[in-house]
C-alpha cells in the first residue's frame, strides 16, 4: 500500500502532511523542514488524483487532515507550518494547472485565524525551520503569513489572511507581518547585506 493510500485508510492524513514518523518524506536535498513537501506532492498525492475512483476523495482527505491539524496536534508551530505547506504546494499546483481535484475550504479561514491569533506570540518565538533567525526576524509567524498571503496575492487564491487583519485589528492589535511582510522582509534584506 502507497504512503498516501495508508494515511488514507488508517485517518492519519495530518501525520503525513505533517512528516511525522514513517510518514516523513525526504527529497534530493535532505532539507531541515519536517517534510519536503514538493516531493511528497509531486510523488505521491499527485499521481494519486490519476487512480479512477480514488481521486474524487483526494481533496476530501487533504482536508480532513488540514483539520485535524489544527484540532488535535499539540506542537501548533508545526501544524501550523505544515498546514500553510500543504495549502501552498495546493494552490501553486492548482495555478499551473497540475492538479484537476478542488480541495473544500469552506471554513478553514476562520479556523486558521483563530489559531494563528491565539498561537502569535508563541509563533513568533519558534524559530525552528523558516522561522530561523536567518530567515525570519520573527519566527514562524512570519513564513507561515508570507505564505497565506502568497496564496491570497500570488496565486488568485483562496484569503486566509483578510479575516485574520480584520480579527486582529477589532482587537485594538497591529497586525504584526502580515500588512507589513514586504517592507519588514526588504527590511531584513537589507540588514543581512
Known amino acids: 500500500m502507497g504512503l498516501f493510500s495508508r494515511a488514507m485508510k488508517r485517518d492519519e492524513m495530518h501525520l503525513l502532511l505533517m512528516g511525522v514518523g514513517d510518514y516523513r518524506v525526504k527529497g534530493l536535498d535532505d532539507m531541515e ?3 519536503d513537501r514538493i516531493t511528497l506532492w509531486n510523488n505521491y498525492i499527485t499521481p494519486y488524483q490519476l487512480i479512477p475512483f480514488r481521486g474524487n476523495r483526494l481533496g476530501t482527505a487533504i482536508r480532513r487532515g488540514l483539520d485535524q491539524l489544527l484540532e ?13 505547506g500543504t495549502l501552498i504546494n495546493y494552490y501553486y499546483l492548482k495555478k499551473e494547472k497540475r492538479i484537476c481535484f478542488k480541495l473544500p475550504i469552506e471554513g478553514l479561514n476562520s479556523s486558521i485565524a483563530k489559531t494563528l491569533l491565539e498561537q502569535k506570540e508563541n509563533l513568533i518565538k519558534d524559530v525552528r525551520w523558516a522561522g530561523a533567525p536567518t530567515y525570519s526576524k520573527c519566527g514562524l509567524w512570519f513564513p507561515i503569513c508570507t505564505s497565506l498571503q502568497r496564496i491570497r496575492d500570488q496565486f488568485h487564491g483562496a484569503d486566509f489572511v483578510s479575516l485574520l487583519a480584520d480579527t486582529e485589528m477589532a482587537q485594538g492589535e497591529k497586525l504584526f507581518c502580515v500588512n507589513d511582510l514586504k517592507e519588514l522582509h526588504r527590511d531584513f534584506l537589507s540588514e543581512r547585506q
Open 33 to 35: 523542514d519536517p517534510q
Open 72 to 84: 488535535y496536534e499539540p506542537d501548533k508551530g508545526l501544524a501550523l507550518y505544515s498546514l500553510s
